[in-house]
């Protein structure tokens, strides 16, 4: 079977699977985050219902486009609060 490969939603940079081998339903990629939604309540793209675990949307994005947009992305903590990325990415980031 082929590696999947999949591309930034927002700037369609192709990326590879973090790790062979593994389920293809499960793909942690290289660069980049991995989402997957299984509907939401309110969206006028896909709410699907009855809900299955069938039926769900994937999304990637890069990591450098994630970082360009990060003000929009809420970081939440292991103790519930809620914190900008930025302070987290200047731990992390070299």
């Known amino acids: 079977m082929s590696k999947p490969y999949f591309r930034c939603i927002v700037c369609d940079h192709q990326l590879e699977p973090a790790i062979d081998g593994i389920d293809d339903r499960i793909v942690p990629v290289h660069g980049g985050l991995f989402f997957r939604a299984f509907g939401n309540y ?24 994630a970082v360009r947009r990060q003000e929009r992305i809420r970081l939440f903590l292991e103790d519930g609060t809620v914190a900008p990325l930025a302070g987290y990415l200047a731990r992390c980031l070299p």
């Open 42 to 65: 309110g969206s006028t793209l896909f709410d699907p219902s009855p809900r299955s675990a069938e039926s769900h949307l994937e999304i990637v994005i890069c990591d450098p486009c």
